[in-house]
Structures are given as structure tokens and as C-alpha cells.
């Protein structure tokens, strides 16, 4: 197997679709698995291509726009030939491809923490679900002490039902009161904090420990981060535990002021492992840039697209429906040293970590789950939901198939 | 020869009480590498009772993420910085022990838990140090965590204590440790007393701390005292509300101070105006990346430096945007919009293009940092107070220039009767180019003030157009002092109405009062006669 470039046959391609924003507020964060994605497909094809051939990398650009990722995934799917498609970061340009994935049969690769409440036929969930990420953050938080809770949040669905699902949790399951519990939604990309953070001191001036969970998201954190630490909240004092801050992220912030604010991810780029090493390595000898940071959704990516590749070697064949059978239950190493598996509920199974800021930008991670996490895509927590369950193997085939009624689809 | 044997022996019985003590030290610092954060806290509890000074560094670097165990023998190690291969001090000593790969060394980590944990045993080991503001830091760390182990330390501390203003900080102190503690009833009746004086919100949050815990008659004495300071520091959100009015005023009022003479005065709709704001940021990035890396010393006065450098570069821009488009389009203001529309995005892409699409981190400077307590319920964050005195020197500064200064009232002529002007020797494009580039460089100057409040990123302008124009149309197109105005009324609206109904609601309601307003007034609060305003 010395010169595996040979092996490929000629004129003959896989295509394989990159769905990210390189325009638009999204940019920021999606332009990076753009390239992540493009160094997998050149790392593959060196290791000698897929079934014989050489994988091709299709990128379109969104921009930011929603219905835009929709018409940019037919256009992938029709027109490009791609048999599988990498992509998407908020839940709404999510929710606005998932028809065209079921109505053209392709695959989609998801590798964002997003809301839960959703299990499509079509779709694989690399990125966390709540039971991921929110549930284990709020148990770490509670074991510190916390009897106070800041639920602040961008105003759009991935918060408010993450929210919604925290709210029933710490009402129903650790006890809160609810006037322990204070609920904050602002525009995207607010920028003016200064009486949020103050109220949110005067909040955890009550005598008990108070804490912030944030899904603040995209370009608002900067603003909101300067200001806490220019008002002087530490994180001994009132923590700050965000679920959409990573590493890139915080290259445009101070980080004096944030040391020991938390966040709760599947993967932070200071976990010590030999196969986490040579992924940084690798990422940036192939952007050119000793500093690049990696950070979680990559992660998500590296998985899922290894997780493809090994169902296609499975199956013989890319096509959408011997794949969609052959995908579940496959295990691919994960970059924090274990492995993850495809779920029938097309979610994977990951291990949760809690880190702490540190002035370098990295994160010290000072919890971590004993194990590997399933992902539960219907939360237990929320009514209507509770009921419901979801595996896609013959013949129960199904989404939302609810154990009550026996019946497969409706949520109520 | 009694007498040399007797002192010999007790030179060497000191040597190795001392040589004892080091020992001693060493194995407490190495017990703080292995185990878990609980094993860590009752390894720091251990190494703050030694009551040995040297502990104080290594508490100081395990605070600082800079304390790191070599893997092979587990021997603790202080690092010196980054570098890797890193330099290793010997904490006991601090002599310097070498080198070796990080690869080599295990990070001794720490989390907010014992980040508190020591903060109060620094607290206590620095109660006895020679300089009064490291006694002070260390009375101030005890009273906000109000320890019950440093009551004892406390006691002897300030019957040592000289210096008045770190005696009444010691007592308060004193008096949040003894409220956690177990000493008697009266005891803690009196500290409560003493506390309720100190009538900040870390105190009321420690006193409702101890009125949630403790036993009657403790637990009302607690309650009420927090009560009392609480209301106290209500009295004072009227006061915080008007200042966050005005400093978010101050923002809008420099991102639309640069469209007041482009669109209040010109007419243009300058749709860039958004871009030229955000050029004004990343000229702020590029020169503190220059400064810092040509003249290190000079890196606190970065922004000062990166002002006039953003003004020339905006100002230049605008200029080089008014002779090559805008001048072909005056008159025909739908085709200016879609024309600086088109250069919005032009622009936007270039920065993306040139700067990456991530956000840029323009540091705030020493000066600039922090806040200042004015009263206990009222502390005023340098940062915004900064922004307000920038706002108010440019507002004025304008005002100057264009009230009395011969190119201001060549700008004034041209804009209220162009041939009349021209007949008078005006050479009215030459002013035309040199406003435009007036109202650009000044949203250079907005932008270097957003660095400091906002994420420098490509998308930065486009956050602020809409404000903007809101601003000068509210205020009355074509003159500053409504624009003045129009900025401060919003913000202060904003802020007062985001209590009580939030963020997102707050903004539309302030949308669909504008609105209702310019139904009434069309020309906004300060009408004024100009080009714009003629036809």
C-alpha cells in the first residue's frame, strides 16, 4: 500500500457537499469546517479515496442566509451529485434543508450542539443534544454549590427550548424555586449589557450561590464577556457556564477578566491525547498557521465523516439507503481518546466535559462524565415529549414513535 | 570549648529545623500536584496552616495556571512563562531547577472552588506582610469570603495593625469571620452591626448568606441588616439607569454623528457608513499590533495613537468614496443608496478577504480597565466613562469646527445655497470631497471607541446603521444638536423601559415610538433648512 494515489480510478469521483456559511454573522464560526472538511476529504484520498476512488469536496456558500441553505442543498444534491452533505451550524438553517434532504433521499451531517426535539431519517446528529451538554453542565454547576440560576439567552429556538427543557429540570428535578430562577432572552448580536450584568450581580447578591447558564450566541458573547469584565463579576463569584463559546470564540476577547468562567462542550482542544495531538498537527500544517484553534463542532465533524466513511466501506456502495442501514451501530475514535457510535436515533454517543477559561484562551477541563453520553433527541424532561422515543432500524423505522399510544408519529 | 560545642550543636540544630521546615514546605507544594480538586483543597489548607511565607508564591502561580508537576516523580515545579520548553523554579527556593518539555509536565489545575479556597488562604498568610496594600487585599479577600479560620489570624493581625485605613478594613473583616464562625450570639450581633456600615452588595450578599444559615436571634438581625443595605442600594438604580442611558447614548451618538453631516448635512445616503465605522476599529487593531510589536513600552497608549491614525485613514477613504461615486450621483439619492449598499458589502468582503472572518482582539489599556466606585450602589465602569468624555470631545470639537472655523462655514455655504456660494469663490466640490471625508473619519473615530465595548469583526458596521440613521432622522436631519438629543433620548429610553420589559421588547418599543413620532414631526425633533431638506 505504498502509493495509494494510484489505486483510484480514473475520471471517477464521490462528491461529498460542504454547506457552510463563508458570508454573512455565521462566517465567524462556519468557515472553519468548511476547511476542517476539506482537509478530511485530502487526508482520505491520501490514505487511497473511498471504494477505489478519489473524494471530491463540493463548497457552496449559504451566506448566512436561511432559505438560501435549502436551495444551495438541492443544488448540492441535484445538480452536483453529492451523495452526502457536511453542514449547516443554527438550528434554523437546519430545519429549513431537512425537507430537501427526505425529498431527494441524501444524508446530512450535523455538527453543531443544537435543541433536541427532532430525529429525521435523513440526518445524523454529530453535535450534542441537550442530555449532552446542558443536562451534565447544570449537575456539574449544582454539585458547586449553585442555588441561584441565570438562564440567559440569544432570543431564538435553539435557547428558548434549551431553556425551556433546563426550566422544567431544575424545577422538577433539583427543586429550585422559581423566584431562584431568572430568564433573560436579548436580540442577536446585542451589544449594549450594562444593565443585564447588573442585574444579574444584584441577582447573585441574594445570599445564595448564583450562577449564569448562557446560551448567548455568536458575536453578542464578545460584548457580553467585556462587560462582565469590566463590572467586575469573577468567576468565584457568579460563574458563567456557556454552551456555545469555544476556542474561537474567544480569540477576540480579553481573557484576564474571564478566567475560570465555564463551558460545557464534547471536546476541548486541551485534552492530552496522542490521536488529539496529531489532529492539531495536522489542521494546522494544512492551514499554515501554528495558532489555529481547534474546537468542538470539528471534532463533530472529524466523527461524522469518519463514521460516513467507514458505513460506505460497509456497505459497498454510497447510495443513500444501504449506507442509512450500515451507519448505525458503527464506532469511529473520537479525539478525547474513546470512541463514539452511531445511535439508531442517529445520534452518537459522546463524553461530556466542563472547562474552565484560562488566559491562554484553552480550557482546563475540571469535570468530566465517567462515560459515554447517548444522545437522547426527545427529552425526558419536557411533556409530550417524554413519550417519545426514535430508532430508524427495519421495520420500527420511525422518529417519534410514542411508547404510550404505540404509535409512530405526532408528538401528543 | 563547652561553650563552641554547645553553639556548634545549636548552629546545627537550627540548620536542621531549618533544613526541616524547607522539607516540610517541599512535601506540602508536591502534595498539591496528585489527586483530585478535593485531594488539592486539603493540600492548600495544609500549606496555608505551615504559616510559611514561601507558600505565597506557589499559591500565587497555582492561582495563575503557571504550577506544574513533572510526570515521571511527581515533583512540583513553579514554570516561569509559556515557553516549552519551560524553565522550571523550584517553588520551596525559588531558585531555578532547569528546564524540560511540557510534554513532560502535568498542569496543576485548579477551579473556581479553590480559586476561593486560595484567595483566603493567601488572606491569611498575607495579613502580617510589611506592605499595607498587600495587608489590605488580604483583609479585603477575608471580608468578601468571610472565612471562619482567619477569626484567630484576624484577632492577632489587627492588635498588630498600624496603618488606620487597613485597621478598618480588618475589622470589618474580623467581623465577616466571626459571623461564620462559631463564637457567641452577641459576638455576631456586633459584627452585623459593623457590617451593615459597609453597605456594599458583597456584604448584603454575605449577610443574606448567613440569615439563610444561622439561628435566631442571628438569623433576623442578619435578614433585616442585608434588607437595610439592599434598599440602600436600590435607591440608587434611578441614578444607574440615567448613566446607562447616557453612555449607551454616547455610543449611538458616535456612530451617527459622522452620518449627521454626510446624510444631515450633504444629503447622501450613505448606506457605507456602517464600513467606514468598522475600518475605524481595524485601524485601531492594526496600529496596537504595530505599536506592540515596534514599540513595546508605548503598548498601554496604543489607542490613543490608533485615534488620529483612524481618522486619516477613514477620512482618506471617504474621500477617495466621494470623487470616485458619490459626486456622479449627487441629486439622486435612491442611486447613492444602492451605490454605497453595493460599497458596504464591497468593503465588508475586503476586511473578511484580508483580516479572516473571526473576531479581532483590540485589548483594552491599564487605564481604561476596571471601574470606580462612586457610592456603594453606584460604580461607573472606565471603559464607558472613557467613551462618554470621547463622545462629548468630538461632539464639541464638531461643533467648533463647524461653527467657527472658515472651512465649517464654507460647508455651511455650500450646503444652504450652492451657487450663491460658488459665486462667491467657494470652490464647491473641493468642500463636497473635504465634508464627506469629515463625516467619514469621524466614524473612524467611532469605530476605535467600539473596539472597546463591541467585537471587532467584519460585521461590526452593519450592527450600527440602523441605530444611526434612526438617530439623526429622530433627532432632526441636518443638525447636530438633534442629533445630540435624538442619540440621548433614545438611550435613555432604552435603558429605562429593558427593566421591565426586556431586551427584545424594550427595542420595539422604541421602534414604534419613533415611528409614531416622525408620523407627527417629519423633520424630527430639530428641524433645520438644507440641501436635503429644500426639495
Known amino acids: 500500500m505504498g502509493m495509494p494515489q494510484f489505486a483510484f480510478a480514473a475520471g471517477e469521483t464521490i462528491k461529498v457537499g460542504i454547506l457552510h456559511s463563508l458570508s454573512g454573522t455565521m462566517a465567524i464560526s462556519e468557515t472553519t469546517l468548511k476547511d476542517v472538511m476539506l482537509m478530511l476529504i485530502d487526508q482520505?484520498?491520501?490514505?487511497?479515496?473511498?471504494?477505489?476512488?478519489?473524494?471530491?469536496?463540493?463548497?457552496?456558500?449559504?451566506?448566512?442566509?436561511?432559505?438560501?441553505?435549502?436551495?444551495?442543498?438541492?443544488?448540492?444534491?441535484?445538480?452536483?451529485?453529492?451523495?452526502?452533505?457536511?453542514?449547516?451550524?443554527?438550528?434554523?438553517?437546519?430545519?429549513?434543508?431537512?425537507?430537501?434532504?427526505?425529498?431527494?433521499?441524501?444524508?446530512?451531517f450535523y455538527p453543531v450542539q443544537y435543541e433536541g426535539e427532532e430525529s429525521q431519517k435523513n440526518v445524523f446528529y454529530t453535535g450534542a443534544a441537550p442530555n449532552q451538554q446542558a443536562i451534565p453542565a447544570v449537575d456539574y454547576l449544582a454539585a458547586q454549590g449553585v442555588k441561584r440560576w441565570v438562564l440567559a439567552g440569544t432570543d431564538y429556538v435553539y435557547p428558548r427550548t434549551t431553556n425551556k427543557i433546563l426550566e422544567t429540570y431544575l424545577k422538577d428535578i433539583l427543586k429550585v424555586a422559581p423566584e431562584d430562577i431568572m430568564i433573560n432572552y436579548t436580540p442577536f448580536g446585542h451589544s449594549d449589557w450594562q444593565s443585564i450584568v447588573s442585574d444579574i450581580k444584584k441577582f447573585g447578591s441574594a445570599g445564595k450561590k448564583a450562577a449564569v447558564v448562557s446560551t448567548i450566541n455568536g458575536d453578542a458573547n464578545v460584548p457580553f464577556y467585556k462587560e462582565l469584565g469590566s463590572q467586575g463579576v469573577k468567576a468565584t463569584d457568579i460563574p458563567v457556564c456557556a454552551f456555545s463559546v469555544g476556542e474561537e470564540e474567544l480569540a477576540g476577547i480579553d481573557k484576564k477578566p474571564l478566567v475560570g468562567h465555564l463551558a460545557a462542550w464534547n471536546?476541548?482542544?486541551?485534552?492530552?491525547?496522542?490521536?488529539?495531538?496529531?489532529?492539531?498537527?495536522?489542521?494546522?500544517?494544512?492551514?499554515?498557521?501554528?495558532?489555529?484553534?481547534?474546537?468542538?463542532?470539528?471534532?463533530?465533524?472529524?466523527?461524522?465523516?469518519?463514521?460516513?466513511?467507514?458505513?460506505?466501506?460497509?456497505?459497498?456502495?454510497?447510495?443513500?439507503?444501504?449506507?442509512?442501514?450500515?451507519?448505525?451501530?458503527?464506532?469511529?475514535?473520537?479525539?478525547?481518546?474513546?470512541?463514539?457510535?452511531?445511535?439508531?436515533?442517529?445520534?452518537?454517543?459522546?463524553?461530556?466535559?466542563?472547562?474552565?477559561?484560562?488566559?491562554?484562551?484553552?480550557?482546563?477541563?475540571?469535570?468530566?462524565?465517567?462515560?459515554?453520553?447517548?444522545?437522547?433527541?426527545?427529552?425526558?424532561?419536557?411533556?409530550?415529549?417524554?413519550?417519545?422515543?426514535?430508532?430508524?432500524?427495519?421495520?420500527?423505522?420511525?422518529?417519534?414513535?410514542?411508547v404510550k399510544s404505540g404509535k409512530c408519529g405526532g408528538a401528543t | 570549648m563547652q561553650k563552641i560545642l554547645i553553639s556548634i550543636l545549636m548552629v546545627f540544630a537550627l540548620l536542621c529545623g531549618a533544613a526541616s521546615a524547607w522539607a516540610g514546605t517541599t512535601d506540602l507544594v508536591n502534595a498539591l500536584g496528585p489527586g483530585d480538586f478535593k485531594a488539592r483543597e486539603q493540600a492548600i489548607a495544609a500549606l496555608a496552616a505551615s504559616g510559611d511565607p514561601a507558600a505565597v508564591p506557589v499559591l500565587d502561580a497555582l492561582d495563575a495556571g503557571k504550577l506544574y508537576m513533572r510526570k515521571a516523580d511527581k515533583v512540583v515545579f513553579i514554570i516561569k512563562d509559556d515557553a516549552d520548553p519551560a524553565t522550571l523554579i523550584d517553588p520551596a527556593t525559588g531558585q531555578d531547577a532547569g528546564t524540560a518539555p511540557k510534554a513532560t509536565l502535568e498542569k496543576v489545575k485548579v477551579n473556581n472552588a479553590l480559586r476561593g479556597v486560595i484567595s483566603s488562604a493567601k488572606g491569611g498568610l498575607t495579613l502580617f506582610s510589611p506592605d499595607v496594600a498587600t495587608r489590605k487585599a488580604a483583609a479585603a479577600n477575608i471580608l468578601k469570603a468571610g472565612d471562619a479560620s482567619a477569626v484567630d489570624t484576624l484577632e492577632k493581625a489587627i492588635a498588630a495593625e498600624k496603618d488606620p485605613s487597613a485597621l478598618a478594613l480588618m475589622k470589618q473583616a474580623f467581623a465577616a469571620a466571626v459571623l461564620n464562625s462559631s463564637r457567641p450570639d452577641a459576638d455576631k450581633l456586633a459584627a452585623i452591626e459593623t457590617l451593615k456600615e459597609v453597605g456594599d452588595r458583597d456584604t448584603a450578599a454575605l449577610l443574606a448568606q448567613v440569615a439563610n444559615s444561622a439561628e435566631e436571634p442571628v438569623k433576623s438581625a442578619a435578614a433585616a441588616a442585608a434588607a437595610s443595605i439592599q434598599s440602600g442600594l436600590a435607591s440608587w438604580t434611578l441614578v444607574q439607569n440615567f448613566w446607562y442611558g447616557i453612555s449607551l447614548g454616547s455610543v449611538l451618538l458616535l456612530a451617527a454623528i459622522g452620518l449627521a453631516i454626510t446624510f444631515g448635512v450633504m444629503g447622501i445616503i450613505n448606506m457605507a457608513h456602517g464600513e467606514l465605522v468598522m475600518v475605524g476599529a481595524y485601524t485601531a487593531y492594526v496600529t496596537q499590533q504595530v505599536v506592540t510589536a515596534y514599540i513595546p513600552g508605548a503598548a498601554d497608549y496604543a489607542l490613543l495613537i490608533s485615534v488620529p491614525s483612524a481618522f486619516i485613514v477613514t477620512g482618506l477613504l471617504g474621500m477617495a468614496i466621494e470623487r470616485t461615486i458619490i459626486r456622479f450621483l449627487y441629486g439622486r439619492p435612491l442611486e447613492t443608496l444602492l451605490a454605497t449598499f453595493g460599497l458596504s458589502l464591497v468593503l465588508q468582503q475586503a476586511v473578511r478577504s484580508l483580516f479572516g472572518p473571526t473576531n479581532k482582539?483590540?485589548?483594552?489599556?491599564?487605564?481604561?480597565?476596571?471601574?470606580?466606585?462612586?457610592?456603594?450602589?453606584?460604580?461607573?465602569?472606565?471603559?464607558?466613562?472613557?467613551?462618554?468624555?470621547?463622545?462629548?470631545?468630538?461632539?464639541?470639537?464638531?461643533?467648533?469646527?463647524?461653527k467657527r472655523s472658515p472651512i465649517g462655514l464654507q460647508m455651511r455655504a455650500v450646503t444652504q445655497n450652492r451657487p450663491m456660494a460658488r459665486a462667491m469663490g467657494i470652490k464647491a466640490a473641493w468642500v463636497d470631497t473635504l465634508t464627506f471625508g469629515l463625516g467619514s473619519g469621524i466614524a473612524g473615530l467611532a469605530g476605535v471607541a467600539l473596539t472597546q465595548i463591541d467585537n471587532v469583526s467584519p460585521n461590526l458596521g452593519q450592527n450600527y446603521i440602523i441605530d444611526s440613521f434612526l438617530v439623526v432622522v429622530f433627532g432632526g436631519v441636518g443638525n447636530l444638536w438633534g442629533t445630540l438629543a435624538g442619540a440621548m433620548a433614545l438611550g435613555i429610553a432604552n435603558k429605562f423601559l429593558e427593566p421591565f420589559a426586556g431586551a427584545v421588547l424594550g427595542k420595539i418599543i422604541i421602534l414604534i415610538c419613533v415611528i409614531l413620532f416622525i408620523q407627527k414631526r417629519p423633520r424630527g425633533l430639530f428641524a433645520i433648512k438644507g440641501r436635503w431638506v429644500e426639495s
Open chain 1, 44 to 108: 482520505q484520498n491520501a490514505k487511497g479515496g473511498l471504494l477505489g476512488k478519489k473524494l471530491e469536496g463540493v463548497v457552496v456558500d449559504p451566506a448566512s442566509n436561511w432559505p438560501l441553505f435549502a436551495e444551495k442543498a438541492r443544488e448540492l444534491i441535484s445538480k452536483d451529485g453529492c451523495v452526502a452533505t457536511f453542514g449547516c451550524w443554527t438550528s434554523v438553517s437546519r430545519k429549513s434543508v431537512l425537507p430537501v434532504f427526505e425529498e431527494l433521499n441524501s444524508l446530512l
Open chain 1, 267 to 402: 471536546y476541548f482542544m486541551s485534552v492530552d491525547t496522542p490521536i488529539n495531538a496529531a489532529f492539531i498537527k495536522d489542521w494546522q500544517t494544512y492551514t499554515k498557521n501554528p495558532k489555529r484553534v481547534s474546537n468542538d463542532p470539528m471534532e463533530a465533524h472529524f466523527i461524522g465523516f469518519n463514521m460516513w466513511v467507514e458505513a460506505v466501506t460497509k456497505a459497498g456502495t454510497t447510495d443513500t439507503d444501504p449506507v442509512l442501514d450500515a451507519i448505525i451501530g458503527v464506532t469511529v475514535p473520537n479525539l478525547t481518546g474513546g470512541y463514539s457510535a452511531m445511535l439508531p436515533n442517529h445520534h452518537i454517543t459522546k463524553p461530556v466535559y466542563i472547562g474552565e477559561i484560562q488566559e491562554s484562551g484553552q480550557f482546563d477541563i475540571v469535570w468530566q462524565t465517567p462515560g459515554l453520553v447517548a444522545g437522547d433527541e426527545w427529552s425526558d424532561f419536557l411533556p409530550g415529549s417524554k413519550d417519545l422515543i426514535s430508532d430508524w432500524r427495519k421495520p420500527m423505522s420511525c422518529g417519534n414513535f410514542n
Open chain 2, 361 to 402: 482582539d483590540v485589548s483594552a489599556p491599564s487605564w481604561m480597565a476596571g471601574s470606580i466606585d462612586i457610592t456603594n450602589g453606584l460604580s461607573l465602569t472606565m471603559n464607558r466613562i472613557v467613551i462618554v468624555a470621547f463622545t462629548a470631545v468630538i461632539f464639541f470639537g464638531l461643533m467648533l469646527l463647524m
